[in-house]
């Protein structure tokens, strides 16, 4: 069974710092399209951050120079790091893995980040 379990989501102050992990089981990561999308109440998701198995990275202008998307294979696990968070940052956060050609696509449960003083 496959599963992806999103962590470090929270509230945080404008400006501050969050780091969210997805790990992974049941898969192994190295050989997955990895990602991030988020969505806020009331929009639709959006593709926050991705990082395809060729080790490349793309982000949406939103978040250029802010976050920062990683990936452990040894610890089967990808990561978000957030810096500078705004308050337009709020939403729930949800890790997804892929395999286009195959037809595989897994997501995670979701982890909720607040931006707001």
């Known amino acids: 069974q496959v599963q992806l379990v999103e962590s470090g989501g929270g509230l945080v102050q404008p400006g501050g710092s969050l780091n969210l992990s997805c790990a992974a089981s049941?898969?192994?990561?190295?050989?997955?399209?990895m990602g991030w999308y988020r969505q806020a109440p009331g929009k639709q998701r959006e593709l926050v951050a991705s990082?395809?198995?060729?080790?490349?990275?793309n982000y949406a202008d939103s978040v250029k120079g802010r976050f920062t998307i990683s990936r452990d294979n040894a610890e089967n696990t990808v990561y978000l790091q957030m810096n500078s968070l705004k308050p337009e940052d709020t939403a729930v956060y949800y890790c997804?893995?892929?395999?286009?050609?195959?037809?595989?696509?897994?997501w995670g449960q979701g982890t909720q980040v607040t931006v707001s003083s």
């Open positions: 997804y893995a892929n395999r286009v050609a195959l037809g595989l696509a897994y």
């Open positions: 049941g898969i192994i990561l190295s050989i997955y399209n």
């Open positions: 990082t395809p198995r060729g080790g490349s990275t």
